[in-house]
C-alpha cells in the first residue's frame, strides 16, 4: 500500500517531526513527511484508514490529514480534481465545511476573507486580522511556512538561527527553541496625505481636502530614522551593566593592593546589592536563554555563560550566608570567604557587548530590503477615459492604464501604449546609459522616466513585479546566512558537556576519597568550583573585539566588513564574480574619441556638440559639457532647440541647422554620411563606445564617441587575482561586444553578456553546487540577489545603499583593488578571531584541574578565588591585547 495525504495544521520542522513519530508509530506503516509540500507518503503492507492515521495524529497535536482526491465528502473525479491550494473555506466556519473554488472571495456570512484549506487547523485568526490581510493574500502570517518577503511578513520576527523553519512571530518574544532574539523583517511605512492649509486632515490615500478643496500631498516618511528595538535595549542594558560592574571588579580585586574602610563582609553585600541588576536585569534574557538551551539540548555558547554565572552566583551567596562550611583551602587573602559577583558582573557584561554588536549587525542587513522596497512609488497616475486620479500602489490592477510623467518612478511592471520615452533602467541592468523606449516596449517598476510623459499598461503587479522578486531573492539569499557566533557554539557542544562530565565526576571522587566528615561538603565545593573556573568570560568578547580591530583597520584601508563569516569565506574563495559598470569601470559616460571629416576641425565638432547640448537633457550631455570645459570652449548661442526623442538633439547655430545624434537623425533630415566615416564609426563601436554624429547644414563633420571608462587599478586587481588562484568572471547586463572589449583588456576568460539580475544569481548558485567558494562583486541593484546569495558580497562604496546593504564587505573607495586587501585582511583577522578563542579558553581549562582538585593530595593545594578571578583577567586582557595586534598588519598588494 502506498497512499498520499496532504497534512494540515504543519507550520514547522518541529510539527514534521511530531508528525513522523506519530504516524511510524502506527504498526505496519512506514510514513514519510514533506514540509515544503505539506504531504504524508504512507508505505505499508496493511491498508491503514484515514480515521485511523488522524486519530494517532490527534495524540501529537492539532494535526490532520486529508485525502487530496475527496472534497466535502465527495470524491473527485480526476478531470475535476483541483490543487489543495486553490480550494479555500471560512475561517470562521460559518457554513460548516464548505468550500469555495475562488481565491480572494469573501465568505458570503461573516465577510471574511477565504483561507486555502491546506491552512486549516493552523493558528485560527480574528476578523479584524483578516481585514488587515491584503486583498490578493489572504493568508495568516504568524504561522506561514513559506512567507513572502515584501508583503505578508514584513514587520514580523523571525529566529535567525531558523530553529522552526520560516516561522514568524507577531512579536520579538524571543525564539522558543534557542532563546535568541528575534530578528524583524523590514517593512515600508505606508504613505499618509495631508492638506497643506489644513494640517489636521491626514489619509491613507491621495485625494482632495474635504475642508478647502485643495490636492493633499504626501507627508515625510521618517521610518528611516526609526531604531531597531532590540538595539537599543541591548544598548541601554550594555551602559547598565557596565555602571554597576565597574565598581564590583574595583571592590573585588583592589583588595590586592590597598585596604578598604569597611569590613569584608559589609564588602560582600555592597557586591551582592551591585550584582543583582546586572543578573536579573540586564543579564537575565542570556541566562533564560542557557535554561532553554539545556531544556532542548541544543548546547551553545549561552548554556555555558548560563552554567558559569549561575554557580558562580549560587556559590558566593552560599559561601555569604555559611562561611563555617567553607574549607580553609579555598579561602583567600586573610582568610577571606571567596565570592565571584565580579565574575558574574563580568561575564555577563562582555556577552551584552558581543550581542549588542552583533545587534548592530542584524540593524544593518534589513536595510537593504528596505530600500528596496522604497524604490518603488507609493502612488500611481489612473487614466479613466479623459479623467485622472491618484491612487495607491495597493489599488492598481492588471489591465490599469497609468500616466508616468517626466522624473516620476514606474509603479509597476508593464508596456508603453502611448508615447516614449528615455528610461533610467541602472538599478536593473546596473549600466549608466538611459535606454529608448516607444509603444510596446516594456517597462519595470522602480525604473526612472526621463524627459517625457506616457501612458502604459499594467501587466505585473504586487509580488509578481521584478523588483519584488528581486526583494524575495535578496531576503532569501541574505537569510541563509549563519549568525556570527557559530564559531564558538561548536566549541560550546563539546565543551559544555565535557565541563558538566568532569563536574560530576569531581563531586563523585570527592565523596569517595574526601577527608572524613566534609566529604559531601568538598565535593560540593569542588564541583561548583570546576563550573566556575570552566566559564570562559571572555568567550564572548573573543569574536567581537576582534571584529572591532578588524573593521577599523579596514576601514583605514577602504574596506568596511560586516561578520567574520564573510571574513573566514573570503579567505577560501576560488572563484571571483564581477559586475562591469562601476566595479571594473568608471560607471558613468565619457567623451573618449571625437573623429572629424571633410576638414572639420576636434574643435569645432566639440563646440558644436557642447553648444547643443546645454539645453539638452540627455545623460550623454554631461560627458560632452565636461569635455568642452576641460578645453576651455567657449558655447554658441542655439536658437530653435528640439530635442527629437530617440534620435538626439538640433537647433540653429549661427544661422546654420546643427545636428547630433544617431544615424536616424541624419538620414532623416536628408544627410548623407560618408561611407570612410561609416567604417571608422564601426570600428570604433566595435570597442564598445558609443556614436553621435554632428552635422551642420547638409554637412557632416564628424562623430563624437562615449564609452564606460575602465579604472586604472582594475588590470592590476585581475591580474593579482588570477596570480592568487582565484578565476575572475565578468557578469554584466552591458551587450556583447562592450563585454567583449572589456575583458580583453583586462586579461579575463570568461564573461557573460546582457545579464538578469536573476542571471547572476543561478551562476552563483551554479557555482556553489559545484563546491566553489564564490565571490562576487558588484555596485548597483541589480547586484543585490547576488551579493547576498555568494559566499562573500562584496559591494562598491560608490554604488547603491540596496548592494551595500546586502553585501558582507564593501569597498569604500569603489576600488576593486581592495578585494585582495580584503583577502589579505581575512586571513589575518580569522587567525586572530581563533587564537582569541584559544586565549578565552586555554586559562579556564588550565584550571579546571586545580579546581577539580587534582593537586590536593599531593600539595593540599584547592582552587582560591584569587586564581579564579587571575585566570579569568588574563582571559580578558590576552583577547584585547591579541586583537589589537591587527592594527599592526600590512595590507599593502605587492
Known sequence: ?????????????????????????????????????????????????????????????????????????????????????????????????????????????????LVPIEEKNQEPRTKNQDEKQHHHHAHPTTLNPQPSTNQDNAGKYYCPMFCEGDKVYDSNVGCPVCGMDLVKYPEKKKAQYTCPMHPEIVQDTPGDCPICGMDLVKMPDKSDDEEDETYNILKKKFWISLAFTLPVFILSMGGMWFNFPFSHEIQAYIELALTIPVLFYSGWFLMKRGWVSFKTWNLNMFSLIALGVAAAFLFSLFAMFFPDMIPHEIRGHGGNIPLYFEAVCVILTLVILGQWMEAAAHKKTGKAIQELMNLSPDEATLVEGKTERKITLDEVKIGDILKVKPGEKIPVDGKIIEGNSSIDESMITGEPTPVEKSENDKVTSGTINGNQVFLMKAEKVGDETLLSQIIKMVNEASRSRAPIQK??????????????????????????????????????????????????????????????????????????????????????????????????????????????????????????????????????????????????????????????????????????????????????????????????????????????????????????????????????????????????????????????????????????????????????????????????????????????????????????????????????????????????????????????????????????????????????????????AAAMSFSSLSVILNSLRLNAVDLEVK
Not at 475535476?80 to 486553490?86: A, N, Y
Not at 562591469?580 to 574619441?593: A, D, N, V, Y
Open 487 to 868: 564559531l564558538t557554539d561548536k566549541v560550546s557542544k563539546v565543551f559544555v558537556p565535557v565541563v558538566i562530565l568532569v563536574a560530576v565526576l569531581t563531586f563523585v571522587l570527592w565523596q569517595v576519597f574526601g577527608p572524613e566528615g566534609q566529604k559531601t561538603l568538598f565535593a560540593f565545593v569542588n564541583a561548583v568550583a570546576v563550573l566556575i573556573v570552566a566559564c570562559p568570560c571572555a568567550l564572548g568578547l573573543a569574536t567581537p573585539m576582534s571584529l572591532m580591530v578588524g573593521i577599523g583597520k579596514g576601514a583605514k584601508n577602504g574596506i568596511l566588513i560586516k561578520n567574520a563569516e564573510a571574513l573566514e569565506q573570503m579567505n577560501k574563495v576560488n572563484v571571483l564574480i564581477t559586475d562591469k559598470t562601476g566595479t571594473l569601470t568608471e560607471g558613468k559616460p565619457s567623451l573618449e574619441h571625437i573623429e572629424g571629416v571633410n576638414n572639420a576641425t576636434e574643435t569645432k565638432i566639440l563646440q558644436v556638440a557642447a553648444s547643443l547640448n546645454q539645453n539638452s537633457e540627455h545623460p550623454l550631455s554631461n560627458a560632452v559639457l565636461k569635455k568642452a570645459k576641460e578645453q576651455n570652449i567657449a558655447f554658441e548661442k542655439v536658437e530653435n532647440f528640439e530635442n527629437v526623442s530617440g534620435k538626439g538633439v538640433q537647433g540653429n547655430i549661427n544661422g546654420k541647422k546643427t545636428y547630433l545624434g544617431n544615424e536616424n537623425l541624419l538620414t532623416s533630415n536628408g544627410i548623407i554620411i560618408p561611407e570612410n566615416l561609416k567604417q571608422k564609426a564601426t570600428e570604433v563601436q566595435s570597442k564598445a563606445h558609443t556614436i553621435s554624429y554632428v552635422a551642420e547644414g547638409n554637412e557632416v563633420l564628424g562623430f563624437v564617441s562615449f564609452t564606460d571608462k575602465i579604472k586604472e587599478t582594475s588590470k592590476k586587481a585581475v591580474e593579482f587575482l588570477l596570480k592568487e588562484g582565484v578565476d575572475v568572471m565578468m557578469m554584466t547586463g552591458d551587450n556583447e561586444h562592450t563585454a567583449k572589449a572589456v575583458a580583453d583588456e583586462l586579461g579575463i576568460k570568461h564573461y557573460k553578456a546582457n545579464c538578469l539580475p536573476q542571471d547572476k544569481l543561478n551562476e552563483v548558485k551554479k557555482l556553489q553546487s559545484e563546491g566553489k567558494i564564490v565571490a562576487m562583486t558588484g555596485d548597483g541593484i541589480n547586484d543585490a540577489p547576488a551579493l547576498a546569495q555568494s559566499n562573500v558580497g562584496i559591494a562598491m562604496g560608490t554604488g547603491t545603499d540596496v548592494a551595500i546593504e546586502s553585501a558582507e564587505m564593501t569597498l569604500l573607495k569603489g576600488d576593486i583593488l581592495g578585494v585582495a586587501k580584503a583577502k589579505m585582511l581575512s586571513e589575518k583577522l580569522l587567525k586572530n578571531i581563533k587564537e582569541n578563542l584559544f586565549f578565552a579558553f586555554i586559562y579556564n581549562v588550565l584550571g579546571i584541574p586545580l579546581a577539580a582538585g587534582l593537586l590536593y593530595p599531593f600539595f593540599g593545594i584547592l582552587l582560591s578565588p584569587m586564581i579564579a
Open 1 to 113: 500500500m502506498e497512499r498520499t495525504y496532504k497534512v494540515l495544521g504543519m507550520t514547522c520542522s518541529g510539527c514534521q517531526g511530531k508528525i513522523t513519530e506519530a504516524l511510524n508509530n502506527i504498526e505496519g506503516i512506514h510514513a514519510h513527511v514533506n514540509l515544503e509540500k505539506s504531504e504524508a507518503v504512507i508505505h505499508g503492507n496493511r491498508d491503514v484508514s484515514l480515521e485511523e492515521l488522524n486519530k494517532a495524529l490527534s495524540q501529537a497535536g492539532n494535526y490532520k490529514l486529508q485525502d487530496p482526491n475527496v472534497v466535502n465528502n465527495t470524491f473527485v473525479k480526476p478531470q475535476d480534481r483541483v490543487s489543495p491550494s486553490s480550494v479555500y473555506y471560512c475561517p470562521m466556519e460559518c457554513e460548516g465545511d464548505k468550500v469555495y473554488f475562488k481565491q480572494g472571495e469573501r465568505c458570503p456570512v461573516c465577510k471574511m476573507y
